[in-house]
């Protein structure tokens, strides 16, 4: 089942890159044998990128959506099994990963596309609450295009072009993610890393902002596998209801949570391996929460 992400959550996205990914590959080094300095964390970046790329994923578009408020995120197991996904898919599989293999990764969006980064100067055992970077990001995002230039042309972040990692004939050469594709129709990391360069300085593609993963984790965006559910409508609060509730294909359908509202439609948070799908029409009762 795929995920679904309201473009007005933009520090949201942070639930969708699942550190519990990193056990679906085997990286072909020993993490721990690697220098605690940007060379080292460069390597296991590589190192993620190049097992990533072995698993034969394709490049592809997005699932059709009929809402133009939410777009369809494929999970790390929908990834690896259809061999398939988009932009934003791929960068938060590889930020997932990052962020299981200890580095710090920001999933980037500009106009039409998406990208990842890694913090080379710092990893989650040596990034302290002071550390460097943290004064380019606010409530878990940066948003000063700017800012995020200076951080990676000054070697403080490796910017990667996710869809490197897929293989694809069809993007054109005048984009960044289409150039200098192999004959299987992959990018090599370094080519990966010069496009994410590319990226980010293209009149035509807009930044529009980062979420730095760890930090939005530390507010409280916890992995979407802990959520198991989320059916967004547009409002900013919801609901947290049903222990294991589990409900496909109903037409109607009325749950009672904590004692508190009245029943009301709103974002509803299912909890502790709850589901809810293709329900039409939800009447909710539970505890009120303000994300």
């Given at each position: 089942m795929s995920w679904e992400w309201p473009y007005t959550d933009k520090p949201g996205?942070?639930?969708?890159?699942?550190?519990?990914?990193?056990?679906?590959?085997?990286?072909?080094?020993?993490?721990?044998?690697?220098?605690?300095?940007?060379?080292?964390?460069?390597?296991?970046?590589?190192?993620?990128?190049?097992?990533?790329?072995?698993?034969?994923?394709?490049?592809?578009?997005?699932?059709?959506?009929?809402?133009?408020?939410?777009?369809?995120?494929?999970?790390?197991?929908?990834?690896?099994?259809?061999?398939?996904?988009?932009?934003?898919?791929?960068?938060?599989?590889?930020?997932?990963?990052c962020l299981g293999y200890e580095l710090l990764p920001l999933v980037i969006l500009i106009e039409g596309h998406a990208l990842a980064a890694v913090s080379l100067n710092y990893d989650v055992r040596t990034r302290g609450p002071l550390y460097q970077e943290r004064r380019y990001i606010k409530d878990g995002l940066i948003t000063e295009a700017e800012a995020l230039r200076q951080l990676v042309d000054g070697g403080a972040y490796l910017a990667v072009e996710c869809t490197g990692f897929a293989e694809t004939q069809k993007l054109p050469e005048s984009l960044p993610e289409g150039m200098g594709r192999n004959y299987k129709g992959l990018l090599s990391f370094e080519r990966a890393v010069e496009a994410g360069v590319e990226q980010l300085s293209r009149a035509d593609r807009p930044f529009l902002f980062g979420v730095d993963i760890a930090t939005a984790r530390e507010l409280g965006f916890k992995a979407a596998e802990n959520i198991s559910a989320v059916e967004a409508v547009g409002e900013e609060s919801g609901i947290n209801v049903g222990k294991h509730l589990k409900m496909e294909d109903v037409d109607e359908a009325e749950v009672t949570g904590r004692e508190g509202d009245a029943p009301l439609t709103r974002p509803i948070n299912v909890l502790e391996s709850g589901e809810i799908k293709r329900v039409k029409k939800i009447s909710i009762t539970g505890e009120k929460i303000i994300k």
């Open positions: 996205l942070a639930r969708f890159a699942l550190e519990e990914s990193s056990k679906l590959i085997e990286l072909p080094i020993n993490r721990y044998d690697q220098p605690q300095d940007p060379k080292g964390r460069r390597q296991i970046a590589d190192a993620i990128y190049s097992t990533l790329q072995e698993k034969g994923v394709r490049y592809s578009l997005e699932k059709f959506n009929t809402s133009s408020a939410t777009q369809f995120i494929r999970t790390p197991s929908e990834i690896f099994g259809q061999k398939e996904g988009t932009c934003l898919d791929l960068a938060l599989l590889f930020c997932g990963v």
